[in-house]
Each structure stands twice: as structure tokens, then as C-alpha cells.
């Protein structure tokens, strides 16, 4: 199977167009982020707007918003207009059911009920979001890379390198030699090893973490095939990566870093995972057996009752 483009070629109509605008808007021109800045905040809103009027509200060009309706994989401004209108319909009804606006933001006002279920909302969407965006052909050709790499290295710092230890982890319990590294210079060293045959995972969020990068590119100049899971497609990360997965996570005034991010890297984690074991059925089965029966006697006994 041919290597995955660097930068996938979403289609924004499987995906959500404002999945796709919230993932490449930090790559967009200044005006572009104007206008994609305006949709996000007001998708509704957007829909109902001419392109004169999205234009001169974004202080910028009609030619502008065209050419950021290209960027998204649209024909033109109208099929933009019909795709909002359709997934704000969509998001009302969601709100409704649940009685408020549980898609906003937390404000100052709000109460501890309200705060719970907008972080449930949000961490329930991120894992939604991330599955319906997520290029199935690129986790299917990674997973098969894993499956047959003599050698897994797993880069992450700051919140992502906790989800670079839950993958180690992961690939350790059924027997896959994998390493995650969280110290740049252990890391570096241990890139430098790499060559053919070997994957290199790199993560970050925002795809713009410098120390994963370096890593991730020392990595593929020793021959390693390198991927990279972030929530940003065109972010720097993925211009050293030969296959890029991407989560679709929101974060808001209180969650930079926060779990909907990590929630969103877990789950690709986890489909990559399932997607190598089932490459090594039985003997993935053995694996867990042995390491379960091996653990199993740690465990303390549930008690008999209570006196």
C-alpha cells in the first residue's frame, strides 16, 4: 500500500465542515482565520450570511472566502452555507434534548451541575468528533507498520506523554517491543537507533510541541517510518511524518491540555492497538492470558463480609 499523504485529503462532508475548519484553521492565511474565526464562532449564524456579507464582517475579500471554501474541499460559498446550516440543526437538536447549551463554554457563572455536564459533553464529543474525522485507510496502513516494525518508538511531552505511556503499555501487555520516551535527550539518543523496519510515533496535540518534532524528524532521517498523531493536520509535525491519524478535540478557556485532548488520543491509540492484536490473534490472546495470570496474584481477594 502506497505511503498516506502527509496532509489527508478530508472530505468535509463525512467529516463535518466544522471539524474540518477547527483542524486547519491555525494553518490558514490571517484573513482565512478571520473568516474561519467568524463560522466557528456562529456556525448558524454563518449559514445565513451572503458572501458579502461574511466578507465585509470578516474585513476581508469575497475572492477570500472562496479561496478558504477550496481550502475545505468545497466547490464554492454555497455549499458552505448548506453544510453549516445542516450540522447547526444538527447541534440544536443535540442541545435541545439535553435541555441548554451544554456545547458552550464554561463561564463564571456557572454552577458545579452545569460545569460537570459541559466537561461530559465535551469529552463525549471528542471521542465522537475524533472516530467520524479519522482516516480509516491511514490507521489500517499504520497498524500494519506497527504489527510488522522490529521496533516501536512513542514521543510525547507535557499531557501527550501520558498517552504515549498508556501506549507502550498497550503493546507491551501481547508482547510488541515498544518504548516511550518523555526526556528529550533519552529520547534523541534512542531515535538516532532506528532505521528500517522500526516506527517512530510522535504526539502532540497542537502538532507544534518542538521536542517531539525533533525527535520525530531524527527518526526518519535514520530511516525509521515516522507517524504523527495530532489534532491539526497541516500543524509542523506533520511535515516530518509519513502517515498523520488526527483527533478532533475542542479545547476551550479552561481545557487547554485538558483530558477531551488526551480522551481524543486515547481513542486512536486504542483502534490501533485492536487493529495490531487482531493482526496477531492467537498469539495476542496468549500474551494477555500470560500477563494477566501473572498479575492475577496481586490482586487482593474481594472480602467474604463485613463485620
Known amino acids: 500500500m502506497a505511503k498516506s499523504s502527509k496532509v489527508p485529503e478530508a472530505d468535509p462532508v463525512a467529516e463535518g465542515v466544522v471539524i474540518r475548519i477547527r483542524a486547519l484553521a491555525p494553518s490558514l492565511s490571517p484573513a482565512e482565520q478571520r473568516v474561519a474565526g467568524l ?13 458579502t456579507e461574511l466578507a465585509r464582517a470578516a474585513g476581508t475579500s469575497e475572492t477570500t472566502v472562496i479561496r478558504f471554501c477550496k481550502v475545505l474541499g468545497l466547490p464554492g460559498y454555497p455549499e458552505l452555507r448548506l453544510r453549516l446550516a445542516a450540522e447547526s ?26 460545569i460537570v455536564e459541559k466537561v461530559a459533553f465535551a ?21 500494519e507498520a506497527l504489527a510488522k516494525a522490529g521496533r516501536v518508538e512513542i514521543f510525547g511531552v ?23 520516551w518523555m526526556d528529550t535527550h533519552a529520547a534523541l539518543a534512542s531515535a538516532a537507533l532506528l532505521g528500517k523496519g522500526d516506527v517512530a510515533v510522535g504526539i502532540s496535540h497542537t502538532g507544534a510541541t518542538g521536542d517531539t518534532i525533533e525527535v520525530l524528524t531524527q527518526a526518519r532521517d535514520h530511516g525509521a517510518t515516522t507517524v504523527a498523531l495530532t489534532n491539526f493536520p497541516r500543524s509542523p509535525i506533520a511535515a516530518v511524518a ?26 486512536v491509540v486504542d483502534c490501533l492497538f485492536v487493529g495490531i492484536a487482531r493482526r496477531h490473534y492467537r498469539e495476542t490472546l496468549g500474551a494477555l492470558e500470560a500477563t494477566f495470570d501473572a498479575i492475577s496474584s496481586r490482586r487482593v481477594p474481594p472480602s467474604r463480609g463485613r463485620r
Open 158 to 180: 507535557g499531557a501527550s506523554a501520558f498517552v504515549a505511556q498508556d501506549f507502550q503499555a498497550k503493546l507491551h501487555r501481547i508482547g510488541r517491543l515498544a518504548f516511550a
Open 39 to 51: 463560522v466557528l464562532e456562529d456556525p448558524s449564524r454563518a449559514s445565513s450570511r451572503t458572501i
Open 89 to 114: 440543526a444538527r447541534e440544536s437538536a443535540r442541545e435541545g434534548d439535553r435541555g441548554r447549551a451544554v456545547g458552550s463554554d464554561i463561564g463564571p457563572g456557572d454552577t458545579m451541575e452545569q
Open 123 to 143: 469529552d463525549a464529543r471528542a471521542v465522537e468528533e475524533t472516530a467520524s474525522q479519522l482516516d480509516v485507510g491511514v490507521l489500517d496502513t499504520v497498524s
Open 242 to 267: 509519513d502517515h498523520v491519524l488526527t483527533t478532533a478535540a475542542r479545547e476551550t478557556t479552561f481545557r487547554s491540555g485538558a483530558t477531551a485532548s488526551r480522551i481524543a488520543q486515547l481513542t
